[in-house]
């Protein structure tokens, strides 16, 4: 109580209070998309099954997934003038940085997207936003590295597709590897969806003003880049590299106990798990699987993270704390394998993420009770009355 101001602590921001899309047990390392555990999703769904659970409730059935691919598929290309966006941007610039200005430009292309209030409409911008996410992202890349932008080929399906605009040339012919692809789908399914973590938290609280779902995106986008959130998986592999060698970890376990020094370790540590977070349990079985299968089982960088991993496991801070690795921590040495280069591991995060924060945003707009979010803030600040007589 500052005298002037009361705190209701039991204030809840409306635009996130309520869901029933995903559910997380962080004592028990326990997550749900839709009732259905990350575990059998991740083995025996691919990506657009996911999607359609996520937007729908249900899992499709043969013709219901069918539909919704061809639909997925009607979106997947740019209007050709926001194609001219990337041009103004710095060759050099983050492809995160990139990403949220060409995803909230959307905005300027699709002017029915402002009428949330009708379902169509709402449709409508979920299917384009999962379509051209990939699109965007894979021609963030190319601009990036200099290279022309591959369109879509509606051939592959939606992962392969994404494998395609980021890696063929005009020069050469590009046929994605079925292994990397499949590892590929994987990833987007872990990344999905989150219950309301920060991103997801600012998409709602954005939508909650009635904003159109392209700037809540962008919003999201923005949120998920920082290295305390999406961010991690690619300061975890500079980590890593940091690192270097097995001899040197013990350096780093220490740093990031020491409360005088702002290192903490990344891919460690989470607000709501702690225990493993099942994510990173199914990361880390995707990396053995795919660096097995591409000949890769000596990768470094991976026996130094399943070092790192024991050794802290095995460390009083971390058992104290309640420190387990999180989604991010093998995240990146699996896309490091399947040839996404570090700069782009964000992105990669924010087009799979992207169905979670639509599917979220689709569900508060729907809701009639629903109300603007408007979070209160405990003033600590000194309690005036009057200003001094002059
Ligand atoms: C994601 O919310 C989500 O769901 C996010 C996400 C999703 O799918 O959307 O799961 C994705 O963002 C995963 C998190 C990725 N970030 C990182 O890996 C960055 C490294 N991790 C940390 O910065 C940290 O663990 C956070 C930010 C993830 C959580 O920070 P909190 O909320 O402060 O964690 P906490 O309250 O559980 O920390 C308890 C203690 C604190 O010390 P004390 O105040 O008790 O002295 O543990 C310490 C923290 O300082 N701690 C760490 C640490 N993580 C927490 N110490 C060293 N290294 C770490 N990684």
Redo the contacts with the bound molecule.
Sequence with gaps: QSGLFTYDPGFVSTASSKSAITF?DGDEGVLLYRGYPIEQLATRCDFMEVCYLLLNGELPDSTQKNQFVTTVKNHTMLHEQLVKFFGGFRRDAHPMAVMVGVVGALSAFYHEAMDIADAIHREESAFRLIAKLPTITAMAYKYNIGQPFIYPHNDLGYTENFLYMMFATPAEKYVPNPIIARAMDRILIL?A????????STVRLAGSSGANPFACISAGIAC?W????????E??LNMLEEIGDISRINEYINR??D?NDP????????????NF?P?ANLMRETCHEVLNELGLHNDRLFKLALELEKIALEDD??IS???YP????YSGIVQRALGIPTSMFTSV?AMA?TVGWVAQWNEMISDPEQKIGRPRQLYIGTPRRDMPKS
């Excluded at 290192?263 to 702690?274: A, Q």
């Design positions: 997380i990344h969806d989150h219950e309301q973590n920060a991103s997801t998920l920082g290295p305390a959130h999406g961010g991690a998986n300061a975890c990031a106990k409360k290192f903490r370790l990344m891919g460690f540590g989470h607000r709501v798990y702690k977070d994510r801070y971390f704390k309640k420190l999180n989604v991010d921590f995060f993420r």
